[in-house]
C-alpha cells in the first residue's frame, strides 16, 4: 500500500483528455512539491513533470499539473497512442524523512 | 549527454552481498545529489536511498542498516552496497541523478538499470 494514492489505470480515446489524481496528506503533498514520471514499458523512467507544474524541456505543452491541498494531478489533453505508459507521482514525506512514490497508473489509449 | 550506467547486478543468495555502480558521464558529477530507486518485477518504483553532493545520506527504511550508498567523484561513480539481501529487495535498480535546485523528489536523468535477484 502506497502512501501516496493513485487509481491503478486510466484510460481514454485519443484526443481526448485525461487526468490522474494523486492524494496524499500533510507530511507529503501538503508540505511538499510533487513530481510526476512516464514509464513506458521496458523503459526507465522519465521526468515528466516537476514542482507541480512545471514542465521540463522537451516534455509537450499537452501534460499540465497541478496541486491542491493534499493532492496533485495530472491532465494530458490531446491524448495520443504515445501516450500509453505507467505514470507515478512522488514527493517528499518529512514524516517517513524520505521519498514515497504513488503506486502508478497504467494508462491505455484504446 | 548525460549518460548513468548501472552495474554490478546478479543472481545472489538470501543473505548475500552485492555492490552496484553507476558510472556517471556527460555532467558535473561532484555538484548534483544521486539516489537509487528501484522496481519490482511488474511492480512500481520505491526509493532507496540519495547522498547529496556535499555527502548527507538518506535511507529508505527497507535498507537501513543493510544498505551503503557512497560516491566517488574523482571517478564520478555512485555505489550502492547491499548486504543481508532478501527475496524481496529482488528488483530493477536504477541510479537517478536529482534535479538541480528542484524538490528532492525530482529525478531527471536515470540509468537503465540493473537487474538483483535473492533466490537460493
Known amino acids: 500500500q502506497s502512501v501516496l494514492t493513485q487509481p491503478p489505470s486510466a484510460s481514454g480515446t485519443p484526443g481526448q483528455r485525461v487526468t490522474i489524481s494523486c492524494s496524499g496528506s500533510?507530511?507529503?503533498?501538503?508540505?511538499?512539491?510533487v513530481n510526476w514520471f512516464q514509464q513506458v514499458p521496458g523503459t526507465a523512467p522519465k521526468l515528466l513533470m516537476s514542482?507541480?507544474?512545471q514542465r521540463p524541456s522537451g516534455v509537450p505543452d499537452r501534460f499540465s499539473g497541478s496541486e491542491s491541498g493534499t493532492s496533485a494531478s495530472l491532465a494530458i489533453s490531446g491524448l495520443q497512442s504515445e501516450d500509453e505508459a505507467d505514470y507515478f507521482c512522488?514527493?517528499?514525506?518529512?514524516?517517513?524523512?524520505?521519498?514515497?512514490f504513488g503506486g502508478g497508473t497504467k494508462l491505455t489509449v484504446l | 549527454e548525460v549518460q548513468l550506467l548501472e552495474s554490478g547486478g546478479g543472481l545472489v543468495q538470501p543473505g548475500g552481498s552485492l555492490r552496484l555502480s553507476c558510472a556517471a558521464s556527460?555532467?558535473?558529477?561532484?555538484?548534483?545529489?544521486m539516489s537509487w530507486v528501484r522496481q519490482a518485477p511488474g511492480k512500481g518504483l520505491e526509493w532507496v536511498s540519495s547522498?547529496?553532493?556535499?555527502?548527507?545520506?538518506d535511507y529508505a527504511d527497507s535498507g537501513k542498516g543493510r544498505f551503503t550508498i557512497s560516491r566517488d567523484n574523482s571517478k564520478t561513480t555512485l555505489f550502492l552496497q547491499m548486504n543481508s539481501l532478501r527475496a524481496e529487495d529482488t528488483a530493477l535498480y536504477y541510479c537517478?541523478?536529482?534535479?538541480?535546485?528542484?524538490?528532492?523528489?525530482?529525478?531527471?536523468?536515470w540509468g537503465q538499470g540493473t537487474l538483483v535477484t535473492v533466490s537460493s
Open positions: 556527460g555532467f558535473t558529477f561532484s555538484s548534483y545529489d
Open positions: 512522488a514527493a517528499w514525506d518529512g514524516s517517513l524523512n524520505g521519498v514515497i
Open positions: 514542482s507541480n507544474n
Open positions: 547522498i547529496s553532493a556535499s555527502g548527507t545520506i
Open positions: 500533510s507530511s507529503n503533498i501538503g508540505t511538499y512539491t
Open positions: 537517478a541523478r536529482r534535479c538541480l535546485g528542484s524538490s528532492v523528489s525530482c529525478f531527471d536523468y
